[in-house]
C-alpha cells in the first residue's frame, strides 16, 4: 500500500482506496486500463475525482436474535456517491445517516492499513 495524502491510498494493480464516514470503512476504486469496471481518476491526491458514481452493496443480518442465522432476513445496506475535488456526495439511497449530504473526504483512521 502507498500513501498518497491523507485521504488516499494507492493499493496497487490500479486500486486507490479512499475512508468514508458514512460507512466508517474503507472503499475502493479500480482506475486506468485493465478488466472489470473502472473509474476515472483527476490524478489528484489530495481533492480527487473518481467518475461516475461509487456503489457499494452489502448485506448484515438482521438485529432481530431470532433471524440472525436465516440469510434470507438480511439487512441490505448501500452506500451511492459521488467523489468530487476531495469532497464526497452521498446520495438518497444510501442506508446510513450521512445519506443526502456533501462532506469532505476525511483523513483515514491513524494506524488504518498499517498491520
Not at 438518497?92 to 469532505?104: E, F, I, Q, R
Amino acid at each position: 500500500m502507498k500513501y498518497l495524502s491523507s485521504i488516499l491510498r494507492d493499493l496497487g494493480a490500479g486500486r486507490l482506496s479512499f475512508w468514508c464516514p458514512g460507512c466508517n470503512d474503507a472503499h475502493q476504486i479500480l482506475y486506468g486500463t485493465g478488466s472489470g469496471p473502472r473509474w476515472g481518476y483527476n490524478g489528484n491526491a489530495d481533492l480527487p475525482t473518481f467518475t461516475p458514481s461509487i456503489k457499494v452493496t452489502w448485506s448484515e443480518p438482521s438485529d432481530k436474535p431470532e433471524e440472525q442465522l436465516d440469510e434470507t432476513k438480511d439487512i441490505e445496506k448501500c452506500c451511492h456517491s459521488f467523489v468530487t475535488n476531495g469532497q464526497i456526495e452521498f446520495l438518497s439511497d444510501c442506508t446510513h445517516a450521512l445519506a443526502g449530504t456533501t462532506v469532505p473526504l476525511p483523513s483515514f483512521p491513524p494506524g488504518w492499513g498499517t498491520s
